[in-house]
């Protein structure tokens, strides 16, 4: 079975400066993606990065990146220059090859950014 | 774009009522899935649907129904509603198709809150 885990229930950074939400994950699946979602206060669900378990290269997209490494099975969202718009809630999701159309999401880490 | 919409966006039923909770998607995606998030929780699984036609259990389907109406449409019903389905329910969609995991994001819609009394 598939998890993931995600075990900062909630974190402070201060504006301008980086932070790491961390995603550990569980899975015998021989491929796999793994994503991150921020959900703002307002509810919806916005995708923010991928990265594939055969990639060579850490995924970045724009000011996040992904820190993957795979021997740990960890998937850490880095967040570079924060600002007061990051504030929200951050879901690490998986996907694996031998069910590919189930999507398992952690219990989520709540970033507050202060001025 | 549309994308991924739900109806209703917020919903009171009492203990024993039925409802239904509708999901369209303009983006031609095959698979559709909804999703419950109860604080502290996530989001987990109750149904999804590969393709038109199929439909297959999640992690919590206990208490719920699903149809894929045809491609664009997949509902979500509440045969007789619990206290414990009190959540917020997310549908969602992904263009993947075939045994890869290497694309298909979720699109999701913008959730309906459920309360039940």
């Known amino acids: 079975a598939q998890k993931i885990t995600q075990t900062q229930p909630g974190m402070f950074v201060q504006e301008k400066e980086a932070v790491t939400l961390d995603c550990t994950y569980d899975?015998?699946?021989?491929?796999?993606?793994l994503f991150w979602y921020k959900q703002p206060s307002s509810g919806e669900m916005i995708f923010l990065i991928y990265q594939g378990s055969y990639d060579q290269q850490n995924a970045t997209e724009g000011r996040y990146s992904l820190n993957f490494q795979k021997a740990r099975k960890s998937a850490n969202l880095v967040i570079s220059a924060s600002q007061l718009g990051d504030s929200a809630m951050y879901f690490c999701?998986?996907?694996?090859?031998?069910?590919?159309?189930?999507?398992?999401f952690g219990s989520g880490t709540k970033l507050n950014v202060k001025p | 774009n549309a994308g991924v919409t739900q109806t209703p966006k917020f919903q009171v039923l009492k203990t024993g009522q039925s409802m239904t909770l509708q999901c369209a998607q303009d983006m031609n995606h095959n698979s559709m899935y909804w999703y419950r998030q109860d604080p502290g929780m996530g989001l987990r699984l109750i149904y999804y649907s590969a393709s038109e036609g199929t439909t297959d259990k999640g992690e919590v389907p206990n208490g719920y129904n699903v149809s894929r109406l045809n491609k664009r449409e997949f509902s979500l019903r509440l045969e007789s509603a619990a206290p414990s389905q009190t959540s917020v329910y997310f549908c969602?969609?992904?263009?993947?198709?075939?045994?890869?995991?290497?694309?298909?994001?979720?699109?999701f819609g913008e959730g309906s809150r459920l309360t039940v009394l």
């Open positions: 899975t015998s699946d021989p491929s796999y993606g």
């Open positions: 969602a969609s992904s263009e993947l198709a075939g045994e890869s995991v290497d694309t298909g994001e979720l699109f």
């Open positions: 999701a998986m996907r694996g090859s031998y069910n590919f159309n189930k999507f398992y």
